[in-house]
């Protein structure tokens, strides 16, 4: 069954300050692997995603996630974060069976940013 | 906007109570999720439909049910509720049968039961 770890529960980082998420899957074949953002009181948001092809991927808001077989790791990172990046950030490894047909998401990681 | 659409936004009812949470998915999207994120579970997919079947099914109660009705509409039916209940219940929608498809999700329907 597959499975997604994100090891990290909250992290707190600088305005400005670079970020990496950390994201670890468990699956029996090549995964399609999703990043979302959940702000407070709202529905998930879709930064990006992987299927196929080039291991780096780029999202929206100025994110990007790369895959590594090797380390079964699905990693976000951003470069400058704002304020406005305070949110839940999820990882998410889709089904066996296909696309996504259903989602397995890690636990989240909460993000703070401090001025 | 992620064009699918929840309601109610909120809703509170007591113990033993049924409610309805009615999801309208992206236009052209066949296939209907529902998940579950609640403190001490997290997200959690319980059900799936596709054109109107069930495809695949999650960490779903007995007391749950669902379906999805011919214009492509899901609504979610929560019977016998409990405290442990309250919850956040996401739907979402995509397209199958294409390989890069992604799911696209509402704002939720936050229930709490009292």
């Known amino acids: 069954a597959q499975s997604v770890t994100q090891p990290d529960i909250h992290i707190t980082v600088s305005e400005g300050a670079s970020l990496e998420l950390r994201c670890n899957y468990s699956?029996?074949?090549?995964?399609?692997l999703f990043w979302y953002v959940q702000s407070p009181g709202q529905g998930l948001q879709l930064l990006l995603k992987?299927?196929?092809?080039?291991?780096l991927v780029q999202g929206i808001k100025g994110f990007e996630a790369e895959f590594k077989r090797s380390q079964s790791s699905f990693n976000l990172r951003k470069p400058s974060v704002h304020w406005s990046d305070a949110a839940e950030y999820f990882c998410?490894?889709?089904?066996?069976?296909?696309?996504?047909?259903?989602?397995?998401f890690g636990t989240g990681t909460r993000l703070t940013i401090i001025p | 906007d992620s064009g699918v659409t929840q309601t109610p936004k909120h809703l509170i009812t007591a113990t033993g109570q049924r409610v309805t949470l009615r999801c309208s998915p992206r236009?052209?999207?066949?296939?209907v999720y529902w998940y579950q994120q609640s403190l001490d579970q997290g997200l959690q997919f319980l059900i799936q439909?596709?054109?109107?079947?069930?495809?695949a099914k999650g960490n779903i109660l007995e007391r749950f049910s669902a379906q999805q009705f011919p214009d492509l509409h899901s609504e979610l039916n929560l019977s016998s509720l409990e405290l442990g209940d309250s919850a956040l219940y996401f739907c979402?929608?995509?397209?199958?049968?294409?390989?890069?498809?992604?799911?696209?999700f509402g704002q939720g329907t936050r229930l709490t039961v009292v």
């Open positions: 992987y299927f196929s092809g080039d291991t």
């Open positions: 699956y029996g074949a090549t995964p399609y």
């Open positions: 236009s052209g999207d066949l296939s």
């Open positions: 439909y596709y054109n109107g079947e069930e495809r």
């Open positions: 979402a929608s995509s397209v199958l049968g294409q390989g890069n498809t992604e799911a696209f």
């Open positions: 998410a490894v889709g089904s066996e069976r296909g696309g996504n047909e259903k989602l397995t």
